[in-house]
């Protein structure tokens, strides 16, 4: 295993400028209306960490709970299921084919997989799902288990990502993708207008004086980039959104000091599975070099220890799920992040547990039962 480059804090020198609409409005109202009409949809709970605050000397903070998004697990259902809603319905209408001889394929880490799965099981059409060699057999058996065919290739998600988009192509299959590229952008759109709708029960949920900073967790960048859009929308003034990566899959970080989306190589090996990208997604990127105020890196040592610290405040995290307050943490204690991001005892976090323990027995391992 490489060894942990360890906690990193870079300010974004871009932060604020004024950019491209990537996420129009339009767009959002009908992910809104589409889910919401959804049966089993229910805002998640926006739950108080008391203790986690007057351990980080901030006033207050608050996390959106997405253990228990549509029995699945992750908010992902918010982003992966409605694209799957979308391409197929428009895929059906331009062959005059019934959803049922259209096959929806995608990579996965775990969350994304299972939410096309689960997409296309409601839609009625097949789905193939590409992981690749670390994603643990729960994860894969989860996917399974919603009835989609499960293929593992050699390599990281990066690579996974390829060999969906190859099959796709030769096959004729829908590529219902999270992360995007060039020509490649309106499924991963959908994703992320999605995804914002978690942002926005956040934001009706949020009483008092709006926060002063948001941490969110990227992989390829999608959802910080939607929940970016979202808390500027949402919350007057905005707050300063903040980051959070794998010290070892950090290529959002590394982006913003290249000033252009670059990737990062290496094996990816974290703990945090969701987030263990090295390629920047295209349109979360046009977002996040303007809307992000800074990029932290953490070791996966600080979302174990994050894990904990939520439990021990009642919230069920996975490691990639409590990696925005592991990022909060490990900025509180380090005297130079804290002043550079304008942590203080003024100061009212959201962060978004984006999972709950996707990998039970992983967690059961992580996260020992108390009492
Ligand atoms: C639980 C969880 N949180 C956060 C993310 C990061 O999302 P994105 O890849 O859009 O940055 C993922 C991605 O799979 C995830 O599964």
């Given at each position: 295993?490489?060894?942990?480059?360890?906690?990193?804090?870079?300010?974004?020198?871009?932060?604020?400028?004024?950019?491209?609409?990537?996420?129009?409005?339009?767009?959002?109202?009908?992910?809104?209306?589409?889910?919401?009409?959804?049966?089993?949809?229910?805002?998640?709970?926006?739950?108080?960490?008391?203790?986690?605050?007057?351990?980080?000397?901030?006033?207050?903070?608050?996390?959106?709970?997405?253990?228990?998004?549509?029995?699945?697990?992750?908010?992902?259902?918010?982003?992966?299921?409605?694209?799957?809603?979308?391409?197929v319905g428009a895929e059906a209408a331009r062959r005059a084919a019934p959803p049922a001889a259209l096959t929806v394929t995608c990579a996965t880490d775990g969350n994304h997989g299972r939410a096309v799965a689960w997409g296309a099981a409601r839609a009625g059409c097949r789905a193939v799902i590409f992981v690749h060699a670390t994603v643990s057999p729960g994860r894969a058996e989860a996917i399974a288990r919603l009835g989609a065919e499960i293929r593992r290739?050699?390599?990281?998600?990066?690579?996974?990502?390829?060999a969906a988009a190859a099959t796709a192509e030769a096959e004729g299959w829908i590529v219902v993708s999270d992360t995007s590229w060039p020509g490649y952008t309106e499924i991963p759109r959908a994703v992320m207008q999605g995804y914002r709708v978690m942002a926005d029960e956040a934001a009706d949920q949020w009483t008092g004086a709006p926060p002063s900073h948001v941490f969110i967790q990227g992989g390829v960048g999608g959802v910080a980039a939607a929940v970016?859009?979202?808390?500027?929308?949402?919350?007057?003034?905005?707050?300063?959104?903040?980051?959070?990566?794998?010290?070892?899959?950090?290529?959002?970080?590394?982006?913003?000091?290249?000033?252009?989306?670059?990737?990062?190589?290496?094996?990816?090996?974290?703990?945090?599975a969701g987030l263990a990208c090295g390629e920047p997604s295209l349109l979360a990127w046009q977002v996040l070099e303007r809307a992000a105020a800074a990029f932290l890196a953490i070791p996966d040592e600080a979302a174990v220890a994050a894990m904990r610290a939520l439990a021990a405040e009642g919230v069920e995290a996975g490691e990639s799920g409590a990696a925005g307050a592991a990022g909060l943490i490990a900025a509180a204690a380090?005297?130079?992040?804290r002043a550079a991001l304008g942590l203080n005892d003024r100061s009212r976090v959201l962060l978004f547990g984006t999972e709950g323990a996707t990998d039970p027995e992983l967690y059961r391992r992580l996260v020992p039962a108390r009492g």
């Open positions: 295993m490489e060894r942990s480059p360890g906690f990193r804090c870079f300010l974004n020198p871009r932060a604020g400028a004024p950019g491209m609409v990537v996420l129009p409005e339009a767009g959002f109202r009908r992910a809104r209306a589409a889910i919401a009409a959804w049966p089993g949809y229910a805002p998640t709970p926006l739950r108080d960490l008391p203790g986690i605050a007057a351990a980080t000397g901030v006033a207050a903070i608050r996390i959106k709970d997405e253990s228990g998004r549509f029995g699945l697990g992750s908010f992902k259902a918010l982003g992966g299921a409605y694209a799957v809603d979308m391409a290739v050699p390599g990281t998600y990066d690579d996974a990502v390829r970016a859009v979202q808390v500027h929308a949402g919350f007057a003034p905005a707050p300063s959104v903040v980051v959070v990566e794998p010290d070892r899959a950090a290529c959002l970080l590394a982006s913003a000091e290249a000033g252009h989306a670059v990737a990062v190589g290496g094996a990816l090996d974290t703990i945090m380090d005297p130079a992040a």
